[in-house]
């Protein structure tokens, strides 16, 4: 059974709804803490529960059923699979290799295309934070009736409020009838196109028109638009997927798995299918962005953590610290992360220190975009077991 979307945990919805939640990633920026076998998405970062746990309660909390899938990889699925124990383990989907998320995306479209191809999928990253749930599940709710409406992929667009270049951008187009949920109209803008990472000066451009939005990554189409959309524009992929979501529920789905999908172009969805989409024109495309003004955060970086944390709790001299005890002294804008040592602080600022059992990284906070450069040199050197 798939689950029903609900408005206010009382009146559902009659679209089948799907959620499929990208877990496969290394979150390499948030090194020492994060490693291959224990990525970001399944640390607790910004309280007492993980990135992942997070992520799927927000999306139980507005559902009547269980119809949740993870696709991750080898060597995140037990510490998954521990951590989310309402989850049946035969939808928690290893990669047997890591192909970006065009392949993850469509696969999702293709197991569920044999069932109902008007179920609608959402896909939702598993590592970012949300400060508005109740607007988030407000704006889902548009967004998925939206989708259910016709052969349309909806994108969540973040409001910009800095010149960001780590952050995808969406261009929009002319305002369309809005969505309307539980009493309220929700606005809905036409993409012109997708521009991926930016440059400084493009961003600030892009910032000053007051015309473009953060790709937050969490997309909306049915199953049968995104396996139109991949048969049109990755047509070497589908013959792929479609032999992987025949074998699904056979004892031979595993090896078929991994015979095919490795063969997959790896490819972000964004280039896949986003950006040849957004190319027949703004009517045409089909592509469609509600506002995810939910205080939506990706914690991208040690320093975007620490401005999360800073802004969410009290913090003595805008210093964020996580030790057993600690000392300050002129000192301030610092991120520690020493749990089991007294940290002293002494005269600094804007500096990230951060400490494991095996390693200690000291950067500050505007370098901390680079950490993922860390993990470069440790693997080029062979230290695979310090990533």
Known sequence: ???????????????????????GGSGTRFWPRSRRARAKQVLQLDGHHTMIQQTVARLDDVMQDHDVWVITNDLLRDIITEQLPGISQERILREPESRNTAPACALAAFLMERDDPQTVIGIFPSDHTIGNVARFH????AAIKLASSGPKIVVLGVPPTRDETGYGYIELGAAVTPTTVGGEAIPVRRVRRFTEKPDRARAKAFLRSGNY???????????QTLCDAVREHSPAMAPLLEKIAAAWGTPEFDAVFAEYYPQCESISIDYAILEPRSA?????????CLPADFAWNDLGSW?????????TRECANANVIEAEDNVQI???????????????????KDIVLVETDDAILITTRDGSQDVGKVVKVLKSTGRMDLI
Do not use: D, Q
Not at 213 to 223: T, Y
Not at 303 to 311: G, H, I, R, T
């Open 330 to 348: 002129e000192s301030t804008g610092c991120y520690v992360y020493a749990p089991s040592k007294t940290v002293a602080l002494v005269g600094v």
């Open 213 to 223: 939005a953060w790709n937050s990554g969490m997309f909306l189409w049915s199953a």
């Open 280 to 288: 027949k024109g703004e009517t045409a495309s089909e592509l469609y």
């Open 138 to 141: 407000m704006i889902l709710r």
């Open 1 to 23: 059974m798939r689950w029903r979307l609900m408005h206010s945990g009382k009146t559902k919805t009659n679209h089948p709804f799907a959620a499929f939640v990208l877990a």
């Open 303 to 311: 320093a975007a953590l620490y401005e999360y944390v800073s802004e």
